[in-house]
């Protein structure tokens, strides 16, 4: 194992020491390994808490501040936090409003969350409304598996949702806006290596260098079926075709198209995977509205990329243009 | 078995854990996500640290204290599933000083009963409701049939076991093995592995 790292027992812990150093504009509660808005709680705004295993910045903690999160929760490497930290977290953001979870569906995720959300009801009163993401096409949605991942959507769904609290919709309205950008994304994604968990010290599955993983997720935990590596032209067929198959994205004001780098993944080959992702949409007869091109939701050193596409209207489109200023995402402010 | 024997009990299923940890961690690799054996390493050493510390007077309360914990120090889905069922064998344990074997399986019902309500599990689903189930069975069916507890625990361990090895061609329907389908099958599952330990432990360390 090869990374910049005192002690792989301390990454997490480290990371946030950083994150508190470089970004004096966020408060970071170590003990609860918190980043929070450091003008949180905002009065009268909903409050935004999401959260997850570590490893995928700049999800979550990256996407703090003004026009998206209020708070975020980091977990160990790939390991859902803990409800002590999410409720310590609604309990910083809340405003008087009610505070929204934004949770990925993993299994670890959501039960850790409702557990919070049980306990911030029974002991503050805080009002909390939860959306979970599912947007990944590759996992069958069925009474046989924990249902569709949350990964890129939650991207966009943290950048939507934050818009409209930043609005000052109510908290119904905020959870259905989140919602809707659920409903109607839908991602794919496709790994060139494994990644190493730190703690682990080596890769998380082993691939051999003439293939590729198609239908990852997001935790190094493998995908659904291996093929030989191909042209990037092929490639974008793989990931695009299910998506395009799982919902009609033709018509209407058009799509976000973001594609996400893995973590190892360099910006330039995201563009090659766009210009053939962009080709194909236009063949299919999707328009493409707004694109968003790099490591956004990562997977460690992972190599490989996903792809996700949104149904936006005027209003979806409104709000991804307004203001945001955190560390992971900033426009307009 | 009072709140000394407890612990006694606890203290083994951390050193097992603790122990074969790569192993967890390796079976979790395989079709998870690499941190079974870390993340259930560092909640039990917590555990541990605190039930020194505090030294909890009852049964019930070395139970609540080490659900809380777990709750607290092992996140993923492990954190709530096993903290969950500490929760309820406390809740199922009552006030008195001492549990009795009868007791003690009463209290083993209660979590597997807490994992269900959690984790939604049923058999075959390839999780650690499929080691647990088997060896609350065993125990409740060996204490009805008149055996000591001494035997009734051994009986419930070869029962965890056999339901540990049964998962090995199960496809998982929960969780993110899940995720894997068909490709599942054929790997042990690390949460019926980490179960079997829990009894294990009790079996080297209990008698009624």
Not at chain 2, 31 to 46: F, V
Not at chain 2, 154 to 175: F, I, Y
């Amino acid at each position: 194992m090869k990374k910049l790292i005192n002690d792989p027992a301390n990454v997490v812990p480290d990371a946030l020491r950083g994150i508190a150093a470089a970004h004096p504009e966020l408060r970071v509660d170590h003990e609860n390994r918190l980043i929070i808005r450091g003008d949180a709680p905002v009065r009268g705004k909903v409050g935004l808490v999401s959260g997850g295993g570590s490893g995928h910045e700049p999800l979550h903690g990256g996407f703090v501040g003004p026009g998206m999160l209020d708070a975020a929760c980091a977990g160990e490497v790939f390991t859902s936090p803990v409800p002590d930290q999410m409720l310590a977290a609604t309990k910083a953001v809340d405003g008087g409003a009610g505070v929204l979870h934004i949770v990925k569906n993993y299994t670890g995720d959501v039960m850790n969350f409702e557990m919070a959300a049980e306990l911030a009801e029974a002991e503050t009163g805080v009002q909390v409304v939860s959306v979970v993401t599912d947007d990944d096409v590759a996992v069958q949605d069925s009474l046989y598996t924990a249902g569709r991942r949350g990964v890129g959507v939650t991207v966009l769904v943290e950048k939507i949702a934050g818009a409209g609290a930043d609005q000052g919709r109510s908290l119904s309205e905020v959870a259905d806006l989140a919602k809707k950008v659920n409903d109607n994304g839908r991602s794919m994604g496709l790994a060139l290596t494994s990644c190493t968990v730190p703690a682990a010290g080596k890769p998380t599955f082993d691939l051999p260098d003439d293939q590729m993983e198609i239908g990852i997720g997001i935790h190094g935990e493998p995908g659904r079926r291996r093929v030989p590596l191909a042209p990037a032209s092929e490639v974008a067929e793989m990931l695009v075709s299910p998506i395009l198959a799982d919902l009609d994205f033709t018509g209407g004001d058009g799509v976000i198209a973001f594609v996400n780098s893995m973590g190892a993944t360099p910006l330039i080959e995201l563009y090659v995977m766009y210009n053939e992702i962009a080709a194909i949409l236009a063949k299919a007869g999707v328009t493409v509205a707004r694109s968003l091109v790099g490591p956004y939701i990562t997977s460690l050193d992972m190599a490989g990329c996903s792809v996700t596409l949104l149904k936006v209207d005027d209003e979806l489109l409104r709000l991804w243009d307004a203001p945001v200023n955190t560390a992971g995402l900033r426009w307009g402010a | 078995m009072n709140a000394a024997v407890l612990t006694a009990w606890l203290t083994e299923f951390a050193r097992l854990v603790s122990s074969h940890r790569d192993l967890l961690t390796e079976l979790d690799s395989a079709i998870g996500d690499a941190d079974h054996g870390s993340n259930l390493d560092r909640g039990m050493t917590a555990v541990l640290a605190t039930l020194e510390k505090e030294s909890p007077p009852t049964p019930a309360a070395v139970l609540k204290r080490t659900g809380m914990t777990l709750v607290s120090t092992v996140g993923g889905a492990s954190g709530p599933l096993y903290g969950t069922a500490f929760l309820r064998m406390a809740t199922a344990a009552g006030d008195d000083d001492t549990l009795d074997g009868p007791g003690f399986a009463k209290a083993l019902r209660a979590a597997l009963d807490g994992v269900v309500a959690r984790g939604k599990a049923v058999a075959g689903d390839k999780t650690m409701y499929d080691a647990l189930a088997p060896a609350v069975d065993a125990l409740d069916a060996a204490l009805a049939d008149g055996q000591p507890f001494d035997e009734a625990i051994d009986a419930a361990l070869r029962a965890a076991e056999q339901g540990r090895e049964a998962t090995t061609p199960m496809v998982a329907r929960k969780g993110r093995a899940s995720y894997l389908g068909e490709r599942s099958a054929g790997h042990q599952d690390p949460g019926a592995t980490s179960v079997t330990f829990l009894i294990a432990a009790a079996a080297a360390t209990l008698s009624g």
